[in-house]
Antibody
Framework: QVQLVQSGAEVKKPGASVKVSCKAS????????LSWVRQAPGQGLEWMGWITIYNGNTHYAQQLQGRVTMTTDTSTSTAYMELRSLRSDDTAVYYC?????????????WGQGTLVTVSS | DIVMTQSPLSLPVTPGEPASISCRSSHSLLQSNGYNYLDWYLQKPGQSPQLLIYLGSNRASGVPDRFSGSGSGTAFTLTISRVEAEDVGVYYC?????????FGGGTRVEIK
């Protein structure tokens, strides 16, 4: 069965970096895209970016450009999202979500979420 | 960026009764291939979101047929034909036509 298993919760200080992993299983990893979505406490969903795994192309939300990097390791079917220069408003649950191969959307499987807390 | 607006913010429902949620986009989501690039998600309490409807009106695998998506262009509706207690949570629409993908603010469905 398809699964996306994310790494555990993180607590970081302002200015630090965090790298969240998302290990996929149960399907051909490079036949789908993968997006990252975050949710601040008590708030709605925010799309962060998308990676087309077969060629590594990335698309990021403009407000995160320069601070976020999405990568994959196809040998382990794992995706990574690194966010740098963390601020308190980056405190959120971060989700990875499997999507269509070459078109944004259709997030049919989601990871369990990773809580990142940014606090001094 | 395409702005997505959902209404209502909160929707009290009676089990067995129908319910509908509106979603409007600031730009047409209809492409020349006939697809509307709009998805619907439900986030149940304490859970990750789950896909309900993709490309406007296509029910995702395993989604009960009481859920349906309709609309075209800039106006869309998610309809639950007969609400069940397990349908409580926050519903989000999301446009997937342009990058960045953008979500509506969400509609909280609760049982009366």
């Amino acid at each position: 069965q398809v699964q996306l298993v994310q790494s555990g919760a993180e607590v970081k200080k302002p200015g630090a970096s965090v790298k969240v992993s998302c290990k996929a299983s149960g399907y051909r990893f490079d036949s789908y895209g993968l997006s990252w979505v975050r949710q601040a406490p008590g708030q709605g969903l925010e799309w962060m970016g998308w990676i087309t795994i077969y060629n590594g192309n990335t698309h990021y939300a403009q407000q995160l450009q320069g601070r976020v990097t999405m990568t994959t390791d196809t040998s382990t079917s794992t995706a990574y999202m690194e966010l740098r220069s963390l601020r308190s408003d980056d405190t959120a649950v971060y989700y990875c979500a499997r999507g269509r191969w070459l078109q944004l959307g259709g997030f049919d499987y989601w990871g369990q979420g990773t809580l990142v807390t940014v606090s001094s | 960026d395409i702005v997505m607006t959902q209404s209502p913010l909160s929707l009290p429902v009676t089990p067995g009764e129908p319910a509908s949620i509106s979603c409007r986009s600031s730009h047409s989501l209809l492409q020349s291939n006939g697809y509307n690039y709009l998805d619907w998600y439900l986030q149940k309490p304490g859970q990750s979101p789950q896909l309900l409807i993709y490309l406007g009106s296509n029910r995702a695998s395993g989604v009960p047929d009481r859920f349906s998506g309709s609309g075209s262009g800039t106006a869309f509706t998610l309809t639950i034909s007969r609400v069940e207690a397990e349908d409580v949570g926050v519903y989000y629409c999301m446009q997937v036509l342009q990058i960045p993908g953008t979500f509506g603010g969400g509609t909280r469905v609760e049982i009366k």
